[in-house]
């Protein structure tokens, strides 16, 4: 049985920092591309970023410029989403996903696997 799970979310304060992390388990997950995607009240879960964990290539939104990042330990099955800078209006929910291939990789129906998010929220 595939199981993501997220950790790290948390209160910050505008400014800040903050690391989420995801493990995967229940099966190998180096043919797969792992993806971070958010949900603030009241609006669509858009794509965050996502990464390859066969390769390492990442992809990322656009609109972030570039104050995320997402790295990937193969060992643990885990990836993470390094958020630095933080804004009020990155308060969400923040959820990993995993997927094979990379088509359409901003498109949340095309992933398989959803953990069941953490909270972040930055606000002072």
Not at 15 to 33: K, V
Not at 42 to 57: C, H, L, P, Q, Y
Not at 64 to 69: I, K, M, P, Q, V
Request: aromatic content about 10%.
């Amino acid at each position: 049985q595939v199981q993501l799970v997220e950790s790290g979310g948390g209160l910050v304060q505008p400014g800040g920092s903050l690391r989420l992390s995801c493990a995967a388990s229940g099966r190998t997950f180096r043919a797969y591309t792992m993806a971070w995607f958010r949900q603030a009240p009241g609006k669509e879960r858009e794509f965050v970023t996502a990464i390859s964990m066969n390769d390492g290539t990442t992809y990322s939104a656009a609109s972030l410029s570039g104050r995320f990042g997402i790295s990937r330990d193969n060992a643990k099955n885990t990836v993470y989403l390094q958020m630095n800078s933080l804004k009020p209006e990155d308060t969400a929910v923040y959820y990993c996903a995993a997927r094979l291939g990379v088509e359409r990789i901003s498109l949340r129906h095309e992933y398989e696997y959803w953990g069941q998010g953490t909270q972040v929220t930055v606000s002072s």
